[in-house]
């Protein structure tokens, strides 16, 4: 009784005293900002066509589903064009400042209304890659995803050199932030134009309470028991979001793999051959032939892709099979956007796929990434910072923008 005791102790210590995977929710952080920039720079010529008022899926069409499915969508606010730009734009500059990692807290709410509010406007548009990145950027508000790799890490860096010089760090974009983006939430609750079932707005408006007494708690009573109290709940609700993103992406290879075993394709061997000879996934038709000649291939690729879907989510207790099944699977992915032309879903997958990636690979990649960064003669501290290795930087100042 007393081991066991002791091992519920040490669990409950580990899950509350720090965010677990900092690096694996910094990589999905990096990852799905960028799929979804890319995307949206791809398509800034055809995005009237897309998602403008006037197009296939027009205004009102989409007014009378959203009556019906009640999803959160500020492209709905208003059928103006200039609202239209201004929403793509907030879309576009949410997903940089999240994939720098600049107020990740505040910029990951932004992301995840840009691509709800996209997506939702007209739910037609995406190649499955996007229902992904439509959970995805919910779940990443409940990370501490910029703990590392960020200019959030750079920062507290600087901060902490501040304070050891017995300087007093003073956050005014924190609050200025906050009351902004108060008072907008206000205005449109108070307009009524949220017109969303209560799950968004409710996560909007907690989001901003929680942002305010952060601060409040870190301005003044950075070392008391308040700020201590904080930390744990933020610890918990970050490991709590990191285990649905790794339960999300387990469930989404198990019901793809248990689903392609039931179809008869998939069972005599043939089912890759058919996509690779479809018009619409065909942009590289020779390298299709190429692949679809032989059929000894056709039928490994098949069968292999079952086996590897349905077994992956088994082989999460063996570190070895499961970082070998990784790999097999981010190298479908790639041949996927590649031969098949689906470069968005793939990238979301591979992004999902990186939060199973080993520690000690993230830190080794993030250490060969710094040492190929050019070293600035007025930046001596920030280099040395960088030699020490991404896992000395330590945790962002509390401020109402992170």
Known sequence: MNRFALAVSRGIARVTESPLGPYQSAVIRIGFSVTWLLFLLREFPHRQELYGPDGPWSWNLAQQLTSVNEAFTALLWSNGQIWFELCYLLAVVSSVLLLLGWRSRTSSVLFMVGVLSLQNRSVFMGDGGDNVLHLMSIYLVFT???????????????????????????????????????????????????????????????????????????????????????????????????????????????????????????????????????????????????????????????????????AFPFTLFNRRVKNVLLAAMMTEH?????????????????????????????????????????????????????????????????????
């Open 144 to 310: 501490r995803c910029g703990r590392v790799w960020s200019l959030d890490a750079r920062r507290a860096v600087r901060g902490e050199a501040a304070r050891a010089r017995g300087e007093r760090v003073h956050d005014r974009t924190g609050p200025v932030l906050w009351a902004g983006f108060g008072l907008v939430l206000g205005a449109v609750t108070l307009a009524g134009r949220l017109g969303s079932d209560w799950p968004v707005p409710a996560l909007l408006w907690t989001v901003w309470a929680a942002l305010g007494l952060w601060w409040l708690v870190g301005r003044f009573a950075a070392d008391g028991e308040p700020r201590i109290l904080l930390d744990v709940i933020a610890n918990v609700v970050h490991n709590g979001a990191l285990l649905v993103i790794m339960a999300e992406a387990c469930l989404i290879y198990a019901t793809a793999g248990w689903y392609k075993v039931q179809g008869s394709r998939w069972q005599d061997g043939t089912a890759v051959y058919y996509p690779l000879h479809l018009d619409s996934f065909s942009p590289w038709p020779a390298l299709a032939d190429l692949l679809s000649a032989n059929g000894t291939v056709v039928m490994l690729v098949t069968y292999g892709t079952v086996m590897v879907q349905v």
């Open 334 to 402: 790639a041949v996927i956007a590649v031969v098949l032309g689906l470069p968005f879903f793939s990238l979301a997958m591979i992004a999902t796929d990186a939060v199973f990636l080993p520690t000690s690979f993230l830190r080794r990649l993030g250490g060969r990434v710094a040492r190929v960064r050019p070293v600035r003669l007025g930046d001596r501290r920030g280099a040395a910072a960088r030699a020490t290795g991404p896992e000395r930087e330590p945790e962002p100042e509390p401020a109402a923008g992170t």
